[in-house]
């Protein structure tokens, strides 16, 4: 679309506190696949070199960090922007006439509540999953929580399983969309899987390094699956917390020699890692804060290459790996049945044939990017349209 046509379309506004962190690429697939609207990005910090404009930056106040000390120490209530980031911010959104505010995620619209009261147009809010009920056991973050709920227009979910929660949590059903993660399927090149020579299985699993992700079973899965297979290797994609933890528990496992921790892998990376591999592994689970998972983007960009699926039944991971099709979900925490899972599928390769194949199919039935951002659209422009003066 030319420029001229394009300066006519309603605007959105985007507001991603930090724009853009490496895990957050889905968010940047979707706002630049936008074609019936036009976006623009509010962010307080930019990072990283995506291409995108127009970004504002709208800082945060430079005595925040009291400002958080005094919200929650001396007032046990959640910390919200300050008036004059308010202020900044209602004015970019009048000064480039935005129709309509898209808050990533529900915490961060907790803290734009200001924002929310003041502004008159209509405002979505996005969960993804570590964001759903955080703190809700003290009564101000509750009531903060309720009143952002009360304010948004809608609130997008990325799977059913989100949708359950936030409902239990006493959001409104009607409000509740769900919108899963668009994935550019044609970016991702099918390769069908087949028995590796002399057992060389290459298993990977890409994630931040955090508890939720499982990454201990996935460990403790793969030192039953190598008494099977003794050439097989472990890639573990991705940076995090418990990189040292992990590590040594590989060490403990005597899995070092057969483990790689590779870090942050860029997308060309990542995709080339996938294609060369034989099983993805991603056995997440509940972990202390009692946050569960949307429908992890990586599964689903490995389910784009045939990658077969070898995870648990946890959030929204049934919604994209239907068991003994395109996968295999064992309870959280089992390791001996995800090893035995994966054994299995290794030795019938049939079985890990069609797996590979409807993997690949299921991704781009049901989480194609194009699909999920004409929904996402149609979404948009219906609140629009809503909000607009009544005619007489």
Request: aromatic fraction near 6%; charge should be positive; proline fraction near 6%.
């Amino acid at each position: 679309m030319s420029d001229e046509p394009r300066r006519k379309l309603p605007v959105v506004a985007s507001y991603c506190a930090t724009f853009l962190k490496p895990e957050m690429l889905h968010i940047y697939r979707q706002i630049t696949s936008l074609e019936r609207v036009r976006p623009i990005v509010l962010t307080r910090k930019r990072e990283n070199d995506f291409p995108f404009s127009p970004v504002v930056v709208v800082p945060r106040a430079k005595a925040e960090f009291l400002r958080r000390i005094w919200f929650r120490q001396m007032r046990d209530a959640p910390w919200l922007i300050s008036e004059g980031e308010r202020r900044r911010l209602q004015r970019v959104l009048e000064r480039e006439k935005a129709a309509l505010l898209h808050i990533y995620f529900g915490h961060i619209a907790v803290r734009l509540l200001p924002l929310l009261r003041s502004w008159s147009g209509p405002a979505l809010v996005s969960f993804h999953g570590a964001d759903v009920g955080v703190d809700l056991e003290k009564s101000a973050q509750r009531a903060a929580w309720e009143e952002m709920l009360a304010r948004v227009r809608r609130i997008l979910v990325r799977s059913e399983s989100l949708r359950r929660v936030l409902l239990s949590l006493g959001a409104p059903e009607d409000k509740i969309a769900l919108q899963p993660t668009g994935i550019p399927i044609l970016e991702f090149s099918f390769r069908p899987r087949t028995p590796p020579a002399e057992g060389r299985w290459q298993l990977v699993q890409a994630s931040r390094l955090i508890e939720k992700k499982g990454i201990a079973t996935t460990l403790r899965a793969f030192q039953i699956f190598r008494e099977a297979f003794p050439g097989a290797k472990l890639t573990i994609a991705g940076e995090g917390p418990e990189l040292e933890k992990l590590t040594r528990l590989a060490g403990e496992l005597r899995l070092s020699d057969a483990i790689a921790f590779s870090g942050f892998l860029s997308q060309p990376e990542l995709r080339s890692l996938f294609e060369r591999s034989h099983l993805f592994v991603h056995p997440s689970q509940i972990g202390r804060e009692a946050n569960q998972e949307g429908v992890p983007n990586s599964m689903l960009e490995a389910m784009a290459t045939g990658l077969p699926i070898f995870a648990t039944r946890h959030g929204g991971i049934p919604e994209a790996v239907e068991d003994g099709i395109s996968g295999r979900l064992v309870a959280e925490g089992d390791a001996g049945s995800l090893a035995r899972a994966m054994i299995e599928v290794a030795k019938t390769p049939r079985l890990l044939a069609a797996m590979s194949a409807a993997a690949r199919d299921a991704v781009a039935q049901r989480f194609d990017r194009t699909a999920q951002t004409r929904r996402l659209e149609d979404i948009y422009l219906q609140e629009i349209r809503r909000s607009l003066p009544a005619r007489t």
